[in-house]
């Protein structure tokens, strides 16, 4: 490919495809109507799963902040040492 092919081919990708090989593009008529038009709700299971996300995050956040507490860890460590002795 010369100079001014592989010039000309970056302003027109069709110039880059081989002569056999057609554009493989469906036709208007088969492609159903939802991929034509967007649908006025796309985007919202994405929306629910950021806010479900975030709300995760907030009670991780808070469970952090209460598992810190000397009074929780000596309840814990309570919890712990009693189902661990025998007897």
């Given at each position: ?74 309840i814990l460590t309570e919890l712990v040492r009693s189902a661990l002795t025998v007897g």
């Amino acid at each position: 490919m010369s100079i001014s092919q592989n010039v000309r081919s970056r302003r027109d990708p069709d110039l880059r495809r081989p002569a056999r090989w057609p554009a493989l593009r469906p036709a208007a008529s088969t492609r159903s109507a939802s991929a034509r038009s967007a649908s006025p709700e796309a985007g919202a299971a994405t929306a629910e799963y950021i806010v479900a996300t975030m709300a995760a995050v907030g009670f991780a956040g808070l469970l952090i902040v209460i598992l810190r507490g000397d009074e929780v860890r000596g309840i814990l460590t309570e919890l712990v040492r009693s189902a661990l002795t025998v007897g």
